[in-house]
């Protein structure tokens, strides 16, 4: 019996010791994590006047961004530059002046430079791995705003679509159709492409082919088509109006016909054109005929 009750006491005592340890064991640790605690309560207490310091730096950046800006935009209209133009240049002069203040702020959080210029060229060549063909758009966006074959407003023709100019961005170029659909046109393919500008020059040649029968006279229906032209305000009379016998087809003669016009008037000249000399036709006589085919029996 006394050698039992020696032993549960040696026992006891054993799982004492244990208890002990471990409490011990937990103190240590929980005195570890305070002081990790106090030590990152320390860091950030010691780096909250450089954040502060960046964000203020980020903040007047940013105010002198939009300042800058302003001043860019005020410029480029005393000197009457492309519309277009000065707000594609615009853009780009945003985001080069929003990455200068991004850098100087991280270099103010104490980032080393040379981290920051690796992080930039890794990121700008995987962006450019990534956006070969938007790059693409971005360099016809310069060699068109610059080289300027067009600019908002003009009507003109490419390989893809035809239709006004309505704006000229980073990376597309927007056209309205004369139907009014709105057709986006990569700034890359229209510069590759054949561009027709029916807008840059002042006036337009508008032609027309008036057919009349074999059995009328050329001479009269070309003193016709003449006074109409002469008679409508909208034809310019320099270049001088051309009419002339131009094709002798299977059922007509041809009258080829060239009036000029202000570039803004092309369409209401083609039409107007087309009514009055038919009009004019019917009232002095002059046929216009149908295909015909004749038979001769023998």
């Known amino acids: 019996m006394k050698v039992l009750f020696l032993t549960a006491a040696q026992s006891g005592t054993d799982e004492t010791n244990a208890v002990e340890n471990v409490l011990s064991e ?50 480029m209209d005393r000197s009457n530059a492309d519309g277009t133009a000065a707000s594609f240049l615009r853009s780009l002069l945003k985001i080069l002046l929003l990455t ?43 060699i068109i705003l610059f080289s300027k074959p067009f600019k908002a407003g003009d009507y003109i023709e490419t390989n893809y679509s035809s239709g006004n100019v309505e704006s000229i961005s980073i990376l597309y170029t927007k056209i309205i159709t004369v139907d009014n659909k709105t057709v986006y046109i990569p700034n890359g393919k229209v510069a590759d492409s054949l561009i027709i500008n029916y807008s840059e020059q002042d006036c337009r040649r508008v032609d027309f082919e008036f057919g009349i029968s074999y ?31 131009g094709k002798q087809e299977a059922s007509s003669l041809q009258i ?5 016009t202000k570039t803004e008037n092309y369409w209401t000249v083609k039409y107007d054109m087309m009514e009055m000399v038919t009009k004019a036709f019917q009232e002095k006589g002059v046929s216009i005929p149908y295909n015909q085919l004749d038979v001769h029996i023998t």
């Open 26 to 75: 937990a103190v240590k640790e929980s005195s570890r994590v305070g002081d990790f605690l106090s030590e990152i309560g320390d860091h950030i207490m010691s780096a909250v006047p450089t954040i502060l310091i960046a964000l203020l730096v980020f903040i007047g950046g940013f105010i002198i961004t939009r300042i800058l800006l302003r001043i860019f935009t005020k410029c």
């Open 100 to 142: 200068i203040n991004l850098i100087i702020t991280l270099s103010v959080l104490k980032i080393p430079m040379t981290s920051i210029i690796a992080v930039l060229s890794a990121a700008g060549l995987a962006v450019g791995l990534a956006l070969q063909n938007s790059l693409s758009n971005l360099a016809g966006g310069f």
């Open 215 to 245: 059995t009328d006279d050329f001479e009269k229906a070309k003193e016709i088509i003449l006074s109409v032209a002469d008679e409508y305000e909208l034809v310019l009379s320099e270049p001088e109006t051309l009419v002339r016998l």
């Open 256 to 260: 080829i016909t060239n009036v000029w």
